[in-house]
């Protein structure tokens, strides 16, 4: 052995030398620089994955509202907001579920809050409602009429202009303005459910119209009045008079 | 003969000498050698203590196109989660629209992020052939190339599939910024680090779905396993024809849109 190292020329020893720490300076260098537990599961620090684990948790889930605030989620199951977890308008719960004492969430009521969902935008999905809140009741706040858990239509439309609108605009206009449109159409209930199966009656005869505009009727001295025997006589009255504007000749 | 004995003696010396570089070379690898036979039995630990098991799984999420409202609620459930600052650029998911003309022109916006919806565009309803919202996030690719190019292992998949940061070991060069097609991260302000979508890896784990798959309105989202059977993200899968975002650069996403325009990108 020592024959075979007398053989070797000193360069050559003093390279392996220096060989020999550069090798070990390396693993020592490495060992301090790289975590130990790199490379456990692949090429990353293992403890990374506990650290990413370990963030936070701010939404507590839509199953956990269940246990404390039952009746508000049985009223929303059966309602179209059924999919809409509580935390997208009351938000992040994950605080008030552990402590239901700490933190109060809080219930948007203004105004604003509803269109994020229920604008009309023409990019919007065919049939998900909306309105253009500038011309929908635009000084109302949404939930003085839209139970926001249980949302729908505030009532089946209760007066006739909700859907005749061009009707009740012209109407008024006239005289006619206080005269209910059920005084001389007989509606059924079932119209504002099914309005073309259950049609409302129209009156069919002159002498309907004479109730209050004949000679001899009892009405109120401002109300015009005609003779019903002479006064056009192969007529109907609303062939030349239009009952929601009689002005117009 | 003296000759031969000589070569004899050398030959002897040369074995032994190639003996003793190779059992001092390979003491070199010795380190390596014992980490690797330790790897194997302390794969059950760490993570593995909350029951969870990573190679059991494998996370994707479905998006139908059709469904989003483009309200934004994910934008901001997605930064309320995971503190992700709120000024506009810092974005782990968000909502783009599409608005495709008569001329062909596309427009793509997405004002913050959608943070805060959107507003109803109003002078050329008229010229809109097609319009809709797409939300995005990180694809989390099977071939992610945002995990090649980091120089230092702080970004890597997870047995999961889930790409995530390790934010302590990042060294902010930005490569994986460039490197991603779907721009996905980006530089938190703070921390001086890559940031991006995590599954909300916190979540999943724990056996809740992520914020904005939580709080989606209209269940546009869908999270979950991509393989086993009896997962709503199977069922999505095979009740529509899905696409990716850029399927041309190899990187097989998970996150697979259903009902995409072919305006999509």
């Not at chain 1, 249980?150 to 609108?165: F, R, Y």
């Not at chain 2, 309200?71 to 599409?98: L, S």
């Amino acid at each position: 052995m020592n024959s075979f190292w007398k053989k070797v020329p000193e360069q050559v020893t003093r390279l392996f030398l220096m060989l020999i720490f550069l090798v070990t300076a390396f693993i020592f260098m490495r060992s301090i620089l790289v975590p130990p537990d790199f490379g456990k599961y692949g090429h990353y620090r293992a403890s990374a994955i506990d650290e990413i684990i370990s963030q936070e948790i701010k939404y507590a889930g839509h199953t956990v509202c269940y246990d404390c605030h039952d009746d508000i989620v049985d009223l929303k199951k059966t309602g179209y907001h059924k999919n809409v977890a509580c935390e997208v308008c009351h938000g992040p719960a994950a605080l008030h579920t552990d402590d239901p004492g700490e933190l109060k969430l809080q219930a948007p009521r203004e105004r604003g809050y509803c269109p994020l969902c229920h604008e009309y935008i023409s990019s919007r999905p065919t049939g998900f409602p909306q309105i253009v809140s500038a011309s929908h009741n635009p000084m109302k706040p949404c939930i003085s009429c839209h139970e926001p858990h249980d949302p729908k239509p505030p009532q089946t439309p209760k007066e006739c202009d909700a859907c005749h609108a061009e009707i009740s605009r012209t109407k008024s206009l006239s005289h006619h303005v206080y005269v209910d449109c059920i005084e001389c159409h007989q509606t059924p209930n079932e119209h504002k459910i099914k309005p073309r199966e259950y049609l409302p009656s129209k009156p069919t005869t002159r002498e309907f119209c004479g109730n209050c505009h004949s000679k001899d009727s009892t009405t109120p001295e401002e109300i015009p009045k005609i003779d019903i025997n002479s006064h056009g006589e192969r007529y109907m009255c609303w062939q030349c008079h239009y009952p929601h504007l009689p002005e117009a000749q | 003969m003296e000759k031969v004995n000589n070569q004899k003696s050398n030959d002897i010396k040369r074995r032994k000498f190639l003996k003793n570089l190779f059992l001092s070379l390979s003491g070199l690898f010795l380190p390596g050698i014992v980490s690797a036979a330790t790897k194997t039995g302390r794969l059950k630990d760490l993570i593995l203590s909350l029951g969870y098991d990573p190679k059991e799984h494998l996370w994707g999420m479905g998006i139908d196109i059709d469904k989003c409202i483009g309200c934004g609620r994910c934008v901001n459930a997605c930064k309320e989660e995971n503190g992700v600052p709120r000024d506009p650029f810092f974005f782990r998911t968000w909502v783009e629209r599409y608005r495709i003309y008569d001329n062909r022109e596309t427009l793509v916006d997405s004002p913050n992020g959608a943070i805060d919806g959107f507003k109803p565009s109003i002078n050329d309803e008229g010229n809109i052939i097609r319009s809709f919202f797409v939300p995005k996030l990180c694809n989390h690719c099977d071939n992610p190339p945002c995990v090649q190019v980091c120089p230092v292992g702080a970004t890597f998949k997870t047995d999961d599939g889930v790409i995530l940061v390790d934010s302590k070991y990042c060294i902010g060069c930005r490569y994986c910024i460039q490197a991603c097609p779907y721009g996905a991260r980006f530089l938190d302000p703070e921390t001086r680090t890559a940031e991006k979508c995590t599954f909300c890896y916190h979540r999943i784990t724990k056996e809740l779905s992520p914020a904005c798959v939580e709080v989606c309105p209209t269940q546009a989202r869908i999270f979950g396993e991509i393989k086993k059977k009896p997962s709503p993200l199977v069922r999505f899968m095979r009740q529509h024809v899905l696409g990716v975002l850029k399927p041309a650069l190899n990187t097989e996403p998970k996150v697979f849109y259903a009902n995409m325009d072919m305006e999509v990108r």
